[in-house]
């Protein structure tokens, strides 16, 4: 197991900013691709942002494009969100995956099957 810890989340007005942060504890060695999901209330989990952490391209989910950047540090992974709206409104999930994976539109290098998710964190955005 590799817990991930969120934090970060919190209640913004629309054009405000947030980072969040995820603490891998324990062993990481061989996780090859870290990121972010979020689900929105009555809509599908997607994927946010991922990143290699061997090095490599990132992804981005048009919608946040611009607008979010998601940096790491091998244990931890940062997504800073800026500009932020009301349809980022969601659960901010931390994803890790010991499988190197080619990026898809969606999910970027993590998949809906990755084995680590952490227990999320809310960003709630308001107009």
């Known amino acids: 197991q590799v817990p991930l810890v969120e934090s970060g989340g919190a209640s913004v007005q629309a054009g405000g900013s947030l980072r969040l942060s995820c603490a891998a504890a324990?062993?990481?060695?061989?996780?090859?691709?870290m990121g972010w999901f979020r689900q929105a209330p009555g809509k599908e989990r997607e994927g946010v942002a991922t990143?290699?952490?061997?090095?490599?391209p990132t992804y981005y989910a048009s919608s946040v494009k611009g607008r979010f950047t998601i940096s790491g540090d091998g244990a931890n992974v940062y997504l800073q969100m800026n500009d932020l709206k009301p349809e980022d409104t969601a659960i901010y999930y931390c994803v890790a995956d010991r499988s190197r994976r080619t990026i898809m539109s969606g999910v970027g290098c993590l998949r809906e099957t990755s084995s680590y998710w952490g227990q999320g964190t809310q960003v709630t955005v308001s107009s």
């Open positions: 990143y290699y952490t061997e090095g490599g």
């Open positions: 324990g062993f990481t060695y061989g996780i090859s691709c």
